[in-house]
């Protein structure tokens, strides 16, 4: 089973910690510094799509790219109800294409960690150039080597009234992938439960290679902070917060 094929109808519930609101006033307040003023956004890889629906909400034009139908069918309904909703698009990152240039483009909740070859990674920097309008800004996090290396063997549980989610996280040194292992639960209305499978993996990307990728893709200025600050990251930071123009 693909990630997200069984995760995704049950995804926001479980992840209602993940504090999108913050997340996207950080973006805007990013966007508000950009060279060339900003009107359309790209969110790469939107999951389902929570970020795109409050940055259309804050007024901008956004189109939303992922490579699950499943989670583009929950952004689908979640945007519904805006008056100017995302247009969201089928896509896997690597294979990037739109019909006109941005203004600005965001990735959030380490999708790009999803990218688990470094072709893919490449490719996918050099669509984001190919799409981003000359003095546009990249805007992106990813989870740390530190986090996921601290990750191996652990296991996490998340649930609601009606979803058992349970994580089982191993690290391979040699690969430099986080592995989950991913048992979801969901109540039956008859009172049994169903289970369903799936397996997720992250790659552990190194500073230097982020940024040796983004230079060669044609960003001049890539500027690496903390996790929705913008101080510099701790050594022991779980999330990087890169900003490429």
């Not at 896509?91 to 203004?103: C, G, S």
């Amino acid at each position: 089973m693909r990630a997200y094929d069984a995760l995704a109808a049950s995804y926001d519930d479980l992840m209602a910690d993940g504090s999108y609101r913050k997340r996207a006033a950080f973006l805007e307040r990013r966007l508000k510094k950009s060279a060339i003023p900003v009107e359309t956004v790209l969110d790469l890889a939107c999951g389902t799509g929570t970020v795109a629906c409050l940055l259309a909400k804050r007024g901008y034009e956004v189109i939303a790219t992922d490579g699950s139908e499943e989670m583009l069918t929950q952004a689908a309904a979640k945007a519904g109800v805006l008056d100017r909703p995302p247009l969201f698009l089928q896509q896997a990152m690597p294979k990037l294409h739109l019909a006109r240039p941005v203004d600005a483009v965001v990735s959030t909740l380490d999708s790009l960690n999803y990218l688990t070859r470094e072709r893919d990674l490449q490719e996918t920097f050099c669509r984001v150039r190919r799409w981003l309008k000359p003095g546009g800004w990249f805007l992106f996090d990813v989870n740390t080597p530190y986090k996921l290396r601290r990750m191996d063997g652990q296991l996490y549980m998340d649930e609601t009234e009606e979803t058992l989610c349970v994580w089982r996280t191993f690290f391979s040194e040699k690969k430099q992938v986080c592995t989950y292992q991913v048992d979801l639960f969901h109540l039956r209305p008859d009172g049994a439960w169903d289970r369903r499978f799936e397996e997720h993996r992250e790659r552990a990307w190194s500073e230097e290679t982020l940024r040796k990728y983004l230079k060669e893709a044609g960003f001049s200025t890539v500027r690496l902070t903390g996790d929705l600050t913008d101080r510099p990251p701790k050594l022991n930071e779980d999330r990087w917060q890169f900003a490429c123009k």
